[in-house]
């Protein structure tokens, strides 16, 4: 089940591949002083949370690829003050930037 949308997740969709990801974080101020230099491991850790390794079986019911996305960027450290509180931001679905 889809977690709220939150103000983090609505800049994935602005451009959904992980180099546009990584472009429009940093962009909008949400990575850290380091991360927005090296951006190489962020756009990794994108990548590898798009497309995951494909697993055996049916696919289960569980967050959605957002949800996953912003959690693990969270959890990575490369999320500056900004980022983490755009993480916990709900929004509703008319907002824009």
């Keep these: 089940m889809a977690l709220a949308p939150t103000r983090l997740k609505a800049l994935f969709y602005r451009d959904p591949t992980p180099k546009g990801i990584a472009r429009t974080l940093a962009a909008f101020g949400c990575l850290t002083i380091k991360a927005r230099f090296y951006r ?3 756009i990794q ?3 590898t949370t798009l497309h995951p390794e ?3 079986g049916p696919p289960m019911p569980g967050p959605s690829t957002a949800d996953r996305l ?3 960027l969270a959890e990575s450290g490369y999320l500056n ?3 983490l509180a755009w993480a916990r931001t ?3 679905p008319d907002w824009a930037e």
């Design 40 to 42: 190489r491991p962020v």
């Design 54 to 56: 494909p697993e055996d």
């Design 90 to 92: 709900i929004v509703g």
């Design 81 to 83: 003050d900004r980022g």
């Design 70 to 72: 912003s959690q693990a």
């Design 45 to 47: 850790l994108i990548d």
